[in-house]
């Protein structure tokens, strides 16, 4: 069988398997379960706010780029610089 571009060849027992491309490089993601809506939007409301100003705009930068992929493979030199505001 041929093996998927982005799945782990070998994975122990038990284990699911995900895309590699779809998580970022950071090894500190982890699952929480939250027992109402309203808990766990306070919990991404606390997240959120412990973030600086820089990875907010970093946060979105890189939302921008995955939303805008195809239109800056047509046109490669745009999106190269972020300019916020006149």
């Known amino acids: 069988m ?3 571009k982005g799945y782990k060849k070998t ?3 038990g284990q699911v ?3 590699t491309v779809a998580y970022n490089a950071t090894p500190n993601k982890s699952i929480s379960i939250f027992t109402s809506f309203e808990e766990a939007e306070e919990d991404n409301y606390e997240w959120l706010a412990s973030l600086t ?3 907010h705009l970093q946060n979105a ?3 921008m780029k995955r939303i ?3 239109d800056l493979k047509k046109h490669p ?3 190269t610089k ?3 505001g006149r």
Do not use: N, S, V, Y
Request: aromatic share 4%; net charge negative; charged share 30%.
């Open 2 to 4: 041929k093996q998927k």
């Open 11 to 13: 994975l122990p027992t």
């Open 17 to 19: 398997k995900e895309p």
């Open 53 to 55: 100003g820089e990875q």
């Open 61 to 63: 930068h890189e939302l």
């Open 68 to 70: 805008f992929a195809e």
């Open 77 to 79: 030199t745009t999106g």
């Open 82 to 84: 972020l300019i916020i």
